[in-house]
Structure formats: C-alpha cells, structure tokens
C-alpha cells in the first residue's frame, strides 16, 4: 500500500497555497482562482487551524448572505482540523475522507504543514494500484512471472 509521501511526490503541483485566518474571504477565494484549487489550508504561527474551501464558501457565506469583502476566513472555515502524516496509507487516508465527510487533508510532519491531498489524489492513487496488481495477476496467470 502506497503512503501519502509518495502521493505527494507524484503530484504535478507540490507546492501548498496557505491563506491566513485573518484574511478575507475575497482573498481566500482570489487564492483559489489563481491557483485553480478547492481549498486552502488556514494557518496561524505555522500551525495549520483550518481548513477553507469552496464549499465552505457556497455553504457558510452565500447562502446566509454574508457578503466575501466583509467575511473573515476565520468565521467560516473548517476547524478543528483533521491531519495526515505522510507516512499513512492512501488506505487509512479514504477511510477518514470518508467517515468523516472530508476532500482535503493537510499533511502535517513534525508540525509543519508539507501537503495536502484531495480525495481525487487519493482515489486516483488506489485506481493506478489497482490496475499494477491486475496487470501482475494476469502476467501471473499467463505465466510470465
């Protein structure tokens, strides 16, 4: 089973966009176009306290009619947070997206935020396994191991 580190590894853009708690929701969102991701980890002193996404945004801004200029991300964002190491299996990682209603976690190693994954990294991840282990069965079955 393939860990978070190597996931991480294997995404095109390694680089994670942090947005202050602070900041507007305008920024947040700014951040989010530029970039063209679904969400921002929210950090304090380094520490990651939150998350914000898109669907924060639609779910806990627009349809109360809180205006973006005037929200702090602070207000609306995902917390407390749930982390990864990048030592945890794609396996154990599904399992808290799911059981918990997530689609981002921030990896976190000794406090310092170095990623974040999305359910899509993680269920592309266990699709490519999935077919290298068919792959193998069928060179088996055939013989050529």
Known sequence: MRTVAQVIQTKQIQQVHTIGAD??????LQLMAEHNIGALPVTEGGQVI???SER???RKCVLKG???VGTMVREIMSSPVTTV???????ECLSLITDLHLRHLPVVEDGRLV???SIGDLVKETIAE???LIQQLEQY???EV
């Open 23 to 28: 900041e507007t929701m305008l920024r947040a």
């Open 50 to 52: 939150g998350v914000i």
């Open 56 to 58: 924060d945004y639609s």
């Open 66 to 68: 809180r205006a973006s």
């Open 85 to 91: 190491t990048p030592k945890q299996s794609v396996s």
């Open 115 to 117: 990623g974040l994954v």
């Open 130 to 132: 999935q077919q290298e």
């Open 141 to 143: 079955i055939r013989g």
